[in-house]
DNA sequence: ATGGGTGCAAAACATTTGCAAAAGT
DNA sequence: ACTTTTGCAAATGTTTTGCACCCAT
């Protein structure tokens, strides 16, 4: 296949070392422009209408190998609320309790003080972290 | 039934205005006990032993209720690991990714900053927040 | 050429539901 | 007495697996 101009999903997929398909093109490509977090089967569903014959077990694995190789990150507000997310950096998430919208909030920066305090106190070595505010967005206060 | 001593459970159970059962109380004192975040099917497994005959349904039913009403919380570290804390309060929870432990770091205090943030710029109201911290535990580093 | 990726169908697993009997207030 | 809770079994929903074929390197 041709090399000279790669999309950055492609370019992304090549250093994580993983080989370029346009299942996994499409699927990383579909999470880096969502601003929503969709569920497996919300992906699964919207990579149907590009490619018809994609099954919902390429899309399980392939999310799970894209979280493995910190491509994209799981959004896990609940038990039963889970979604993925193709910006994987941190940052924190409001999740509407009444709705269930899941927003970001880019401007976040780290907790420092929680990863020194888990390092000196548990030994613990912090590689990623996850924070959710759970309550109520702006369009469900006003009903 | 008599009511002249009660147990923190009953107490708390009362004041949620909840019925009191045997099943409730047990489940109820064990997450409160307990240092681990126990699955669903942990839960039940462990209240089999006192009481042989209580359904999975039941633990299911009456987890979600007690999320409800905010007697516990539910601690989704991931899609696939999720479990229960008889502590509602706030407190990071450090996740670790080799033993999949999950250790309570009882001493944060609560981010205000992005609570503040998020009302200001997002006109959202926050009403509880989680934070996971993931990386290597003490033991796992070890090896 | 070869190793890894994909789709399919089945299997395994997890969660929810409807209902009758039991228990709490 | 009334209402809610429980346990059961079935139904539903979700995730994983094994395997043959296909495709990217």
Redesign the pocket.
């Known amino acids: ?1 041709g ?1 000279c101009f790669l999309q950055p999903e492609q370019k992304l ?2 250093s994580a070392s ?7 093109t499409a699927i990383l490509e579909l999470l880096r422009e969502s601003r929503e977090h969709p ?3 919300q992906v699964h569903r919207m990579i149907l209408q590009k ?1 018809p ?6 899309i ?3 999310l ?2 894209f979280k493995e190789k910190g491509l994209i990150q799981e959004v896990a507000a609940s ?2 609320q ?1 979604g993925y997310d193709g910006n994987p950096g941190f940052h924190p998430h409001l999740v509407c309790k009444s709705c269930k919208e899941i927003l970001d909030m880019p401007e976040g920066k780290l907790p420092q003080e929680y990863i020194k305090e888990a390092s000196k106190n548990y030994g613990f070595q912090v590689d990623s972290q996850q924070l959710f505010l759970y309550g109520q967005c702006a369009k469900c206060r006003k009903n």
């Open positions: 296949m090399v997929l090549r993983l080989k370029v398909t346009p299942q996994r569920s497996v089967d490619y014959s994609v099954s919902l077990a390429t399980y694995k392939t799970d190998l038990a039963r889970v």
